[in-house]
T-cell receptor, first 115, second 115 residues
């Protein structure tokens, strides 16, 4: 059974710090991996999508990398701001579900950026 | 463009009562999904649909039924609610097959409490 693990479960940093969130998966047959942001009481907003053929994707201060051989993805947030405070979820899609689109989610990392 | 909407936003049920959650999308997507989110367990797939008139079981389908009579709507039903179904329910639709990005778009969620 595919498992997706996110470490740490919670993180608190001062404003301005660069930080890394980790996501690991057990199935090497990855189709793509998607990073989401979830604000308290809200839905999920897609941040970055990395295809299995890609090594990284960037959007503004966010950079997501993918290492298929080690079964890991990292989300790098540069110069963190209080507005970045949210829960970050990674979601794995394997080749076996490339047609159905089923995602396997990690439990999330809750980030707090202090002013 | 409303994207993915969910009705209702909140609901409290007594054990044994029934209800239907409605998901609507205006992006003409074929694929739609229902997830539940519980503390410490991430999002888990309940049921999904790959097109109008089709449904399939996900990871945790027991106690739920679904229908996709119209392409834009995906309904999730609880015939006899149980306290274990207290959760936040998210609907999503998937963009795929038009040469664009293959990603899922989420609704704002329905917070359900079963007493």
């Amino acid at each position: 059974k595919q498992e997706v693990t996110q470490i740490p479960a919670a993180l608190s940093v001062p404003e301005g710090e660069n930080l890394v969130l980790n996501c690991s998966f057990t199935d090497s047959a990855i189709y793509n991996l998607q990073w989401f942001r979830q604000d308290p009481g809200k839905g999920l907003t897609s941040l970055l999508l990395i295809q299995s053929s890609q090594r990284e994707q960037t959007s503004g201060r966010l950079n997501a990398s993918l290492d298929k051989s080690s079964g890991r993805s990292t989300l790098y947030i540069a110069a963190s701001q209080p507005g970045d405070s949210a829960t970050y979820l990674c979601a794995f899609r394997g080749h076996g579900s490339s047609n159905t689109g089923k995602l396997i989610f990690g439990q999330g990392t809750t980030l707090q950026v202090k002013p | 463009n409303a994207g993915v909407t969910q009705t209702p936003k909140f609901r409290v049920l007594k054990t044994g009562q029934s209800m239907t959650l409605l998901c609507a999308q205006d992006m003409n997507h074929e694929y739609m999904y229902w997830y539940r989110q519980d503390p410490g367990m991430g999002l888990r797939l309940i049921h999904y649909s790959v097109g109008e008139g089709t449904t399939a079981k996900g990871e945790v389908p027991d106690g739920y039924n679904v229908s996709r009579l119209k392409k834009q709507n995906f309904l999730l039903g609880l015939e006899s609610a149980a306290p274990s179904q207290t959760s936040v329910y998210f609907c999503a639709s998937r963009s795929w097959g038009r040469g664009g990005r293959d990603e899922q778009f989420f609704g704002p969620g329905t917070r359900l409490t079963v007493l």
